[in-house]
Structure formats: structure tokens, C-alpha cells
């Protein structure tokens, strides 16, 4: 059964329609992408399914709760990362988090404090947790929502841009999280971001939006198969020399050869490049050529997005 489903879930305000009939589902264990342009409708969507919005039509179950319905026996089970996540400036990140624990209904004291220095401790925010939340850099308080989301161990997870302010370590650490807890804690996540290495990296299917509805939903890989461009093998050479691009070329199954000589390499587009490529490298040896690296470049999810997004 899927822990998350839209259907024909749909968000107006005013004359304008967010989020039009948007229908998918979030198997369990799974990381989720929600990829599309500003204004897409993204966090309008995890908004209706974090129940803190009502959608205008259409429905949506959240561990089998119905999010018009069951909202509160949602929030027992989900965590939700905003946007623009509401701390109290003038609580420590002590007290900000014992807060929501107990508003999440943590109630043994001796838990809620294992549980908070535990996620502080992993957030290193532990030295920090008699500081004002106030005085906080964005990225500190980044983790510190982050932290909180967590801290009723919800087995669903809806995070909005959790990687935004943090810098490359902590996004790392974030990264680490979100496959460590759907791999080993099998909870099921659902992730809006930007960050399309990130998506790649994390998510067994995305669904890009734009304009509230759906333009494609797969697996990454499935979406980087669909875009025009091929798989290219990237060639180095120690020394560029004309008479290798001609050997390369009379490959049979080359079709085209780009060659960048600042940096004596050659861009090959072939077919079926995993048995071309051991004869292109056989002909480039054979003529004389010194190969530094080869390596299979495939065409990215950035590329796949772009050219669905624009398209
Ligand atoms: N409370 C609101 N009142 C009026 N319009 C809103 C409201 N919330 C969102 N919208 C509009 O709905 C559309 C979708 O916004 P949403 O925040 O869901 O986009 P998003 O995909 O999350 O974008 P971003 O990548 O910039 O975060 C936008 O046009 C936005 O202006
Ligand atoms: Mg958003």
C-alpha cells in the first residue's frame, strides 16, 4: 500500500490555480523527488499533504489517513520540514525542541531528553542549546528545524528544500540522513528540491511539475533516457593529434567526434558505447595515441529537467 497519495489533488487561491489536479503515489521506503521551476507548486502540495492547507478539490491519504479527515493522526506520524520553518527567536534550541516533543505528545521526560540531545548532538547544535534561537546563522537554524522534525521519529517525511542554507558538509550530512532513514529505517520521504544531484542521488522516482500539474514522473533514469541527448564517450589524450580523431571515426559505430583541444580530449558519440568503446580505444592505441582516462558520460537529470521544464 502507498504511504502517499495524491489524487487529482487541487489547490486554488483566488483565480489562481497552484496545484491542478495532481494525482501520484509514494510507496513505502521510498525517496520521493518533487522537482519544478519556482511558483511550481511544490510546497502548496506538501502543504495540502502535511494537512496545514486544505486542497480546493480532490483528496489525498497520508498513511492510509485521509488528509481532509484524519489530520490529526497524520501529524502523529509525519514530520514536516517548511519552507520557512517557525522557531521561537527567543527559546533555545533546547527548549524549542522540547517544545514541539511535547507537543508531539513525547511525555516521558527521560526520553524526550535522550531524544532531543540525541538529534542535537547529531545536528551539532549540542554546545549551542542554551544560545537564543534569534542569534542563530540561517544554516544553524536550518538543522535546528530539521532536528525537529524529527524528533517524534515519524516514519513519513516531508521536506521541503532541506538542503537550502546549509553549507556542502552539512548538505552532505543531510543527504546521508534522508538515504540512511529510507534505507534502514525504511521511511518513506518525500523531498521538493532543486538540488538535482541531489534528486539523482536520493531518489528512486521524481515527478517534475510546473504550473501545478505534472509533466513527467519516473525514475531518473527513465527521464535521462528521454532527453535527446546520447551517452558520449569522453576520451583524454596526452597529445591531440588529427590523425586519432580519424582513427576514431572509422569506428563503425561512431557517428559523431567533437574534439576540445585546450584540454586534448575528444567528445565521441557512438552507439551501444559499452562495445564500441574498447575498439575506439584499441584504433586510438594502434595509431600512436596516449590515453590519459575514458570515461562514459550519460546525460544528467539537470539536462532531462530542463528540456521538460522548457519543452
Ligand atoms: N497562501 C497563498 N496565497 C496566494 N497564493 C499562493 C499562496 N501560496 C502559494 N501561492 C501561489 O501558488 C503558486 C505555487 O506556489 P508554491 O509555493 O507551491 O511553489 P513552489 O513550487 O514551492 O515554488 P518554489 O520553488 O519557489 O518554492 C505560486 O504562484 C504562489 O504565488
Ligand atoms: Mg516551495
Known amino acids: 500500500m502507498p504511504r502517499i497519495e495524491a489524487d487529482a489533488l487541487t489547490k486554488r487561491f483566488g483565480s489562481l490555480t497552484a496545484v491542478d489536479r495532481l494525482s501520484f503515489d509514494v510507496k513505502e521506503g521510498e525517496v520521493f523527488g518533487l522537482l519544478g521551476p519556482n511558483g511550481a507548486g511544490k510546497t502548496t502540495t506538501v502543504r495540502m499533504l502535511a494537512c496545514l492547507i486544505l486542497p ?5 491519504r497520508v498513511g492510509g489517513h485521509d488528509i481532509i ?3 490529526m493522526k497524520i501529524r502523529e506520524i509525519v514530520g514536516i520540514l517548511t519552507e520557512n520553518p517557525s522557531l521561537y ?6 527548549e524549542n525542541m522540547s517544545f514541539f516533543a511535547q ?25 549551542r542549546r542554551n544560545d537564543k534561537v534569534g542569534a542563530f546563522s540561517k544554516g544553524m537554524k536550518q538543522k535546528l528545524a530539521i532536528a525537529r522534525t524529527l524528533v517524534h521519529e515519524p516514519p513519513i517525511l516531508l521536506l ?8 556542502p558538509e552539512s548538505a552532505k550530512e543531510i543527504r546521508d540522513l534522508i538515504s540512511s532513514l529510507s534505507q534502514r529505517e525504511n521511511h518513506t520521504i518525500l523531498l521538493c528540491t532543486h538540488h538535482l544531484e541531489d534528486a539523482e542521488r536520493l531518489c528512486s522516482r521524481v515527478m517534475i511539475i510546473n504550473r501545478g500539474s505534472r509533466i513527467i514522473i519516473g525514475t531518473p533514469q527513465e527521464l535521462r533516457n528521454r532527453t535527446s541527448n546520447k551517452t558520449a564517450i569522453e576520451i583524454s589524450l596526452k597529445v591531440y593529434d588529427l590523425r586519432l580523431v580519424q582513427a576514431v571515426e572509422e569506428v563503425e559505430q561512431v557517428s559523431e567526434v567533437t574534439v576540445d583541444k585546450s584540454r586534448g580530449r575528444l567528445v565521441i558519440t557512438a552507439e551501444d558505447p559499452d562495445n564500441s568503446t574498447p ?15 575514458v570515461s562514459i558520460v550519460q546525460p544528467s537529470l539537470e539536462e532531462a529537467y530542463l528540456k521538460f521544464v522548457k519543452g
Open 279 to 293: 575498439e575506439i580505444v584499441r584504433r586510438i592505441v594502434y595509431s600512436g595515441g596516449e590515453i590519459l582516462s
Open 69 to 71: 479527515k484524519d489530520s
Open 56 to 60: 480546493s478539490e480532490g483528496s489525498g
Open 89 to 94: 527567536d527567543r527559546l533555545t534550541p533546547y
Open 103 to 127: 507537543a508531539y505528545g513525547l511525555s516521558d521526560q527521560q526520553q524526550r531528553r535522550s531524544r532531543i540531545r540525541e538529534l542535537l548532538d547529531f545536528f551539532n547544535l549540542w554546545e
Open 160 to 167: 521541503d528544500e532541506p538542503t537550502s542554507g546549509l553549507d
